[in-house]
């Protein structure tokens, strides 16, 4: 397995270092027995310490989860936790997938806009022009999954939404949480 442990604007020592591996790989190594990577990001926000976690599974499906904390050490213990939490969760999707699933996750370049919002949310006049501004692009990848891996992946990334190339059908869907608890599937293909 791969780590990347890194810090932003904070310097992560050896030992740091190594507790992550020891930790991380001892989590892995119970859920996911080929190897994988794992992108480890601590930062300070104000007064407490911020760890993000990333793991990116063999089967091409990825793991997020994110701690704060104000010891840098226990920030990244309640990371990891999440992950084992994540991983414990999904162990038998996770190897029922692998199964039927010989090649990994096969993904599509696309691109992603952040869009400005409005900067008063009171005003009650139109806008001048119905045109968003852009404030940042960059790309993303649609993985092309089943609807079930869809949804694990959306929980495993602990997203609202996630849009994703069906693979019976090679249409672009979405599933995302509604309010009431459930899960919502959007299958334009379906619709005709």
Known sequence: MRYQVSGIHIDIGDALKEHVETELGSVVQKYAGRPIEANVVFSKDA?????ETTLHLSTGLTAKASAHAFDIYECFDQCCEKIDKQMRRYKRRLKDHHRDRENPVESLMASAYILAGSKDETEEHEPET?????????????????VGEAVMQMELDNALVLVFKNERNDGLNVVYKREDGNIGWIDPTDGK
């Open 130 to 146: 119905l045109q968003p501004i852009i404030i940042a692009e960059m790309t993303t990848k649609i993985k092309s999954l089943s």
């Open 47 to 51: 007064t407490e310490f911020v760890c």
